[in-house]
């Protein structure tokens, strides 16, 4: 697993003094990068090539969040890869190298061209290696949208929301989900299913659905079409 060493900072942290979801995964985007650029297959040799990584989807599992100044290991690896699809794990570690969270990953690559899937090169797979499956509980990738749901306000797209490939980047899309989440809303699980991008001065509607074990947050385009549903779990009743 490629890894590289942290200490939560406290423009990470919450009001409680712990690592928030958007730096979780901020953590594991920069290590993947980190990986990619460490192995030349990284943001250069993407443009060059004309291709691009879009994430489809998302599972993180948190045993812990850890607290402001401690200190933490990332790691990642993909052990999947076929056809235009690439398969990742992530993993935050503590100091005593026990999880605090693990995650899966779905990525599709795409020609910038033409937009559409292309294959991944022999080149890029052998760089990069394959491992193991991490040990974790897999849920399905696609996750039912309920048929009813409670309209929020309306998010405009600013410039903070995009990455290098002018796009909302995934952990903003996750942001904007959360925000429909009351304040004390412990989420033990995040899962996030991407299925439209959304670009500068886009208008994404939320509707949440709260059930008993789960709260359900689109956020949809002006025509009501869905550009992300995102599941958000509590820790389990003891």
């Known amino acids: 697993m490629y890894t590289f060493e942290g200490r939560i900072r406290y423009s990470e ?8 979801m958007a730096s979780l995964i901020n ?3 920069d290590c ?3 990986q990619s650029e460490d192995l030349g297959i990284g ?3 993407l443009r060059e090539n004309r291709l691009v990584w879009v994430l489809s989807s998302w599972q993180i599992v948190v045993d812990r969040y850890p607290f402001y100044c401690e200190k933490v290991t990332i790691g990642t690896r993909p052990y999947e890869m076929k056809g235009f699809l690439g398969y990742r794990n992530f993993a935050m570690l503590d100091a005593e190298g026990k999880y605090l969270a693990r995650a899966n990953s779905l990525w599709s690559l795409l020609d910038t061209q033409t937009g559409r899937p292309t294959m991944i090169p022999e080149e890029m797979t052998a760089r ?3 491992g193991e499956k991490l040990e974790m509980e897999y849920a399905p ?5 309920p048929p009813c749901g409670v309209e929020k306000e309306a998010v405009v797209v600013k410039k903070h929301h995009l990455d290098t490939n002018h796009h909302v980047n995934n952990q903003q899309f996750v942001s904007i989900a959360m925000d429909c989440l009351p304040e004390d809303y412990a989420v033990r699980q995040v899962r996030a299913e991407y299925r439209r991008q959304a670009f500068l001065n886009d208008v994404l509607i939320p509707r949440v659905t709260d059930e008993e074990d789960r709260t359900v947050v689109v956020l949809g385009d002006a025509e009501g079409k869905p550009c992300m549903v995102a599941e958000f779990r509590k820790p389990a009743r003891r």
């Open 27 to 29: 953590y594991f985007q």
């Open 13 to 20: 942290a919450d009001s409680e003094g712990k690592l928030t």
């Open 141 to 145: 990738r696609k996750i039912a949208i």
């Open 43 to 45: 943001l250069d040799y």
């Open 128 to 130: 990069y290696g394959l």
């Open 32 to 34: 993947s990068s980190f």
